[in-house]
């Protein structure tokens, strides 16, 4: 398993079968540890990615990050954990993501940032809208 830059995060599914990676390369990965090697494309993000974290039940990796030193933007997003496809738009933050986190059903995602927000996204299909999110769920809810 290797990234062109350092790795900032790692994470073994639920099941055990897969690992995935972070880097500073702006890159997710998936990978199969039998046998070794990349199960997706690279995941690419705008900025160093901090974090990958499966869903619950393994179908879905959520990336977040955002430039490294911590400046003016930040991104976290939901994909597809067999094929690398994205699920959602970007979850944008005026400050490097911290944190992201989903819900126990991975209907709803949580992500903090240096901009010192905490915003929840509801990412259940939404087919009113043209994303798939529920927009008035997109505002800060907490703030420093």
Same mark, same amino acid.
């Given at each position: 398993?290797?990234?062109?830059?350092?790795?900032?995060?790692?994470?073994?599914?639920? *099941?055990?079968?897969?690992?995935?990676?972070?880097?500073?390369?702006?890159?997710?990965?998936? +990978?199969?540890?039998?046998?070794?090697?990349?199960?997706?494309?690279?995941?690419?993000?705008?900025?160093?990615?901090?974090?990958?974290?499966?869903?619950?039940?393994?179908?879905?990796?959520?990336?977040?990050?955002?430039?490294?030193?911590?400046?003016?933007?930040?991104?976290?997003?939901? +994909?597809?954990?067999?094929?690398?496809?994205?699920?959602?738009?970007?979850?944008?933050?005026?400050?490097?993501?911290?944190?992201?986190?989903?819900?126990?059903?991975?209907?709803?995602?949580?992500?903090?940032?240096?901009?010192?927000?905490?915003?929840? +996204?509801?990412?259940?299909?939404?087919?009113?809208?043209? *994303?798939?999110?529920?927009?008035?769920?997109? *505002?800060?809810?907490?703030?420093?």
């Amino acid at each position: 398993m290797k990234h062109r830059r350092s790795v900032t995060y790692v994470e073994y599914s639920r *099941d055990g079968r897969f690992v995935a990676t972070a880097s500073r390369d702006n890159t997710a990965r998936v +990978w199969t540890l039998e046998p070794e090697m990349p199960s997706t494309p690279p995941l690419q993000l705008n900025a160093s990615v901090i974090s990958a974290r499966f869903s619950s039940d393994g179908r879905r990796l959520l990336t977040a990050g955002g430039e490294i030193p911590p400046r003016t933007r930040g991104e976290a997003r939901v +994909w597809d954990a067999a094929t690398g496809e994205p699920l959602t738009t970007r979850m944008m933050h005026s400050g490097t993501v911290t944190s992201a986190s989903f819900s126990p059903d991975a209907r709803v995602v949580v992500t903090t940032s240096y901009d010192g927000t905490v915003k929840l +996204w509801n990412i259940a299909p939404d087919p009113r809208t043209a *994303d798939g999110m529920t927009p008035a769920l997109q *505002d800060p809810v907490f703030r420093r």
